[in-house]
């Protein structure tokens, strides 16, 4: 196993990945919870927090973000970090992996072909409405994970949703799960108080704290983001192995996929994500997959204290940690023969080109 | 070669197909040209052709339509004849086929997840103003093509476009071909002096009569339609071979792709039609090919004479003809080795389910 590959979990094996049989599929959305002040990272501001999905993608497929004048990064007390998206886009380009697109409820659109799942964003999680048609999502998402399992053998899903963190922590807090404090953040110091009050408001305007919910999908709808029942549907929806790349925020998804089948299999399920996640002292994955089931997690260390990038070295001190499938991205890279090294070599390239 | 299968062109080797290899695509689009009574029978009034594309590919997908109380059919001098996507559905899902939906610029979304290459549908073409961003579209379905095609090693592409013969007639002559009278049409009398009327209209509010195009997306925008640069689009950025499964309509697809790349080479492209529109009186699909380049046409005859259904039978008298790729759909399924009798049994089968 490539020393940058660590693995927390039940099962010992790696997925095999030969060439041609994984697809690569990014899910965007939006929530106005993004648009709190000192929530979230991901945007030079509360305001352009609705455009950073659109960015990524755009920047992965285009090359350039169109929407945008910059390339979304993450600033915190003057230290820039870039988005993730460079990761993934290096990664995956040296591995000469497929990437696609959907739409779970973007703010902005990208100017880009990309699957429709669902249109309308969500709202800010204290009105307790947050996500309008969660179950809608889901069956949509079910589709689309049955249709692009035919096309490859292994679909892994990145994500980008701004403060989906912060819903993350909603989700799994409304399935009756144990989570004020494990989940990850997109700065250094992680406002798990902000996120905890956030969260209550919303459960309390829905009228769901502490009791059991009889509809697992009024967790999404009351304090979620579109991001989740898609991706869970996604999932549930796929006749191949599935790789959630992505951190805490993919354990909302398991959790969701819990709760809307108990018996659902996770042997074919795994999370990916990076060694900055795995490692986040603000955060625990572990012990919030442990709650759900026996679900393997890979941890990816690109090792950036390598680097002379100063932005890639800021996600040694806690800055933007994963985002946009990062993690996954990489472990496909290395599934397939390729050294963590290079890999590194292309981001920092990639880096020099685009900033 | 399955004595269903008959070969117009320069190419006497059919494409080889194995197991997992091939991805259907159906790329819907709308203009309102299609509201003009006596112009097209894909929709029982003139209103309703705006739900036909939607509706045809909720019944490949979800089994039925979920935008109509009903599934679209071609009504003539009382005579039904089902929509071409029962044939498409029976033949995709009989080989196993993966199926995806494109929007080009449907009026009506489907209810479904769907790549999304356009939003907006089309004019009417009188105004000589159809399509407004025939480049983007193009440019868009370019991008989608080079990613499908790193997921199969096939891509077949439909339509369904109410009217599309009269917009394909639009973009065929302002592209400087001789076209009238050519086009097929989906009712058993072909409304060609209408066609040629509309078609003159708009080419002349356009003020493009008669003269060469500086730019050949001048054609679609002044009297062409959506799907048209879409699909052109799609084949242009494919690394794998694209099979055109329509009639007469993607002909103007051929002449498009030829016009945008003078170079352009149609090795790797093949057009896949029924024996309806091959046989058809009323059109000259050779006659249109034969000027753009050296294009390979297949034809395939589902021997509806053999069936007992009524519906079916009203092919054999000029009704429907072709769309929603149904020919390429039967072509795909008899390449996967399966015989055309046991085909047009499964039509057969699925239009007693859902009539």
Redesign the interface.
């Given at each position: 196993m490539d020393q940058a590959i660590k693995t927390y979990g039940s099962i010992e094996k790696l997925p095999e990945i030969g060439k041609?049989e994984v697809?690569f599929l990014c899910v965007i959305a939006s929530t106005l919870t993004s648009r709190r002040p000192g929530l979230t990272g991901a945007g030079a501001t509360p305001e352009l927090t609705d455009y950073t999905p659109a960015a990524d993608v755009e920047l992965i497929?285009?090359g350039e973000p169109t929407c945008l004048p910059e390339i979304p990064q993450t600033i915190v007390d003057g230290a820039i970090a870039p988005t993730p998206a460079v990761i993934t886009k290096a990664a995956l380009e040296l591995a000469d992996i497929?990437?696609?697109v959907?739409?779970a409820g973007a703010a902005v659109k990208p100017k880009?072909?990309?699957?429709?799942?669902n249109d309308k964003p969500g709202s800010d999680i204290t009105t307790g409405q947050a996500v309008s048609n969660p179950e809608f999502i889901f069956q949509?998402?079910k589709?689309?994970g049955k249709?692009l399992s035919?096309?490859?053998h292994h679909i892994f899903i990145g994500e980008s949703t701004p403060a989906g963190t912060t819903t993350a922590l909603g989700v799994l807090q409304a399935l009756g799960y144990d989570a004020w404090g494990k989940v990850s953040g997109s700065t250094p110091e992680n406002p798990h108080h902000l996120k905890q009050e956030l969260v209550e408001r919303g459960l309390k305007a829905a009228g769901i704290h502490g009791q059991k919910l009889q509809d697992p999908f009024q967790a999404v709808q009351a304090v979620g983001d579109p991001m989740i029942p898609a991706v869970a549907g996604i999932a549930a929806g796929s006749k191949v192995p599935v790789t959630l790349a992505g951190g805490t925020q993919m354990t909302a998804v398991c959790a969701l996929l819990k709760a809307v089948d108990p018996e659902f299999l996770f042997d074919d399920l795994t999370i990916a994500t990076t060694s900055f996640v795995a490692r986040d002292e603000t955060s625990d994955i572990n012990y919030l997959t442990g709650q759900i089931d026996d679900i393997t997690i890979f941890a990816v260390d690109p090792f950036f204290e390598k680097s002379e990038n100063d932005g890639l070295k800021n996600y040694l001190n806690g800055s933007v940690k994963e985002g946009v499938g990062a993690g996954g991205a990489m472990l496909a890279a290395l599934l397939r023969g390729l050294p963590m090294n290079d890999v590194r070599a292309r981001i920092e390239k990639l880096c020099g080109e685009i900033f």
């Open positions: 041609n697809l497929v285009n497929p990437f696609l959907a739409d880009l072909p990309y699957i429709k799942i949509q998402g589709i689309m249709l035919r096309l490859t």
